[in-house]
T-cell receptor, first 109, second 111 residues
Framework: EDQVTQSPEALRLQEGESSSLNCSYT??????LFWYRQDPGKGPEFLFT???AGEEKEKERLKATLTKKESFLHITAPKPEDSATYLC??????????FGAGTRLFVKA | DAGVTQSPTHLIKTRGQQVTLRCSPK?????VSWYQQALGQGPQFIFQ???????QRGNFPDRFSGHQFPNYSSELNVNALLLGDSALYLC??????????FGQGTRLTVV
């Protein structure tokens, strides 16, 4: 069965303390991997799409990378406004996308 | 561009009742997917609509049904509501199989 696992469940950082979030997947055939940011009570906001191992995408303080078994979301010098839940989702070529449970990030000033 | 819009934003229903949630996709998008997100969990795929047809369904009972209109807007209907149906219901639109963009969600509370 296709599965997406995100770790850690929660991450607490000081402002400026860089770290990484992990998304590991077990799927029959990866066609695309998506990262989203979700603020409390809101819908997910699209961040990145990665299609093949070795691919990297960057946006401000965020950088997403992809290997054959996992993806990382690197956060460089985070600010309090980066606090949110970060969701990873995989697409295997069908019509549905499988989401992980997310990593809740808290950045303290 | 208004993006994906959902209505209503919040809803309280009683067990056994029926509910209809509405979604207008992002301009130019022809595909609408619905997700259920329980507190602390990731979104779970309910179904996807394209050209007014349901293309794929996730692991949800027949109490969950939907519709897509010629203007690509969509409705999600849930019959015989259970307490466990309380969740954030998300609509996402996309252009064929590209990345999806989400609305702000409808918070459904069943009492």
């Amino acid at each position: 069965e296709d599965q997406v696992t995100q770790s850690p469940e929660a991450l607490r950082l000081q402002e400026g303390e860089s770290s990484s979030l992990n998304c590991s997947y077990t799927v029959s055939g990866l066609r695309g991997l998506f990262w989203y940011r979700q603020d409390p009570g809101k819908g997910p906001e699209f961040l990145f799409t990665l299609y093949s191992a070795g691919e990297e995408k960057e946006k401000e303080r965020l950088k997403a990378t992809l290997t054959k078994k996992e993806s990382f979301l690197h956060i460089t010098a985070p600010k309090p406004e980066d606090s949110a839940t970060y969701l990873c989702a995989v697409w295997t070529g069908g019509f549905k996308t499988i989401f992980g449970a997310g990593t809740r990030l808290f950045v303290k000033a | 561009d208004a993006g994906v819009t959902q209505s209503p934003t919040h809803l309280i229903k009683t067990r056994g009742q029926q509910v209809t949630l509405r979604c207008s996709p992002k301009s130019g998008h022809d595909t609408v997917s619905w997700y259920q997100q329980a507190l602390g969990q990731g979104p779970q795929f309910i179904f996807q609509y394209y050209e007014e047809e349901e293309r794929q369904r996730g692991n949800f009972p027949d109490r969950f049904s939907g519709h897509q209109f010629p203007n690509y807007s969509s409705e999600l209907n849930v019959n015989a509501l259970l307490l466990g149906d309380s969740a954030l219901y998300l609509c996402a639109s996309s252009l064929t199989r590209a990345e999806a963009f989400f609305g702000q969600g409808t918070r459904l509370t069943v009492v």
